[in-house]
């Protein structure tokens, strides 16, 4: 079920709503507010690598773990597989600008923003298919006219184990935060 605002072609999960209200909760105002403007970059990085191919977003669903451009049917691979991989280079290079800045200014703020950015990225280039590098790739190989079904699911299956192991291992580095089970769980569930 969605809260639907169709003027400006949006759509919020009502689950998202008590997710970010638990990750406020538990990470506080500042971290909750760098991880929304986090995500809010990356997904402006799609919508400017769309508009700049001349496609015309549908709408946008915020879903509990991030957000999904619908787009229309139709996409050329080529474009599709720049749209997809927009995204995490937007993060990408957002993790660039708030180190920077935090090189300057030494704030706590600019530090945090870096690494969620970073994270954001690197995450969201793994080539499991339901994020943007599965799709990217997926798109590519299409493109190049390669049929490249389990080449994408063994990429996708390798990505899951790294992440798995990734995941447990930042739980436990991090003192067993509450908030990092809570994405971890969540991230997999959507896997």
């Not at 990408?92 to 600019?110: G, H, K, Y």
């Not at 969201?124 to 699911?153: E, M, Q």
């Amino acid at each position: 079920m969605f809260i639907v605002f169709p003027r400006f072609r949006l759509r919020i999960s009502i689950l998202a709503l008590p997710i970010f209200i638990c990750m406020l909760w538990l990470e506080g105002g500042l971290a909750f507010t760098v991880m929304m403007l986090s995500a809010l970059l990356h997904e402006l990085g799609h919508l400017l690598a769309a508009k700049l191919l001349s496609y015309r977003i549908r709408r946008v669903d915020i879903l509990p773990m991030g957000a999904l451009i619908v787009l229309p049917e139709g996409i050329d691979d080529r474009d599709e597989a720049i749209i997809a991989a927009s995204g995490p280079i937007a993060s990408l290079l957002a993790a660039v600008l708030f180190l920077f800045s935090f090189l300057f200014f030494r704030n706590a703020f600019l530090l945090f923003g870096a690494v969620i950015n970073a994270t954001l990225g690197i995450f969201n280039l793994l080539p499991v298919k339901k994020l943007d590098g599965g799709k990217a790739l997926c798109c590519f190989l299409l493109y190049k006219g390669i049929s490249g079904k389990r080449i994408c699911a063994f990429a996708s299956l390798a990505a899951k184990a790294v992440f798995i192991f990734f995941a447990v291992f930042c739980f436990f580095v991090s003192g067993h935060n509450f908030g990092v089970a809570l994405i971890t769980v969540s991230l997999l569930l959507q896997l």
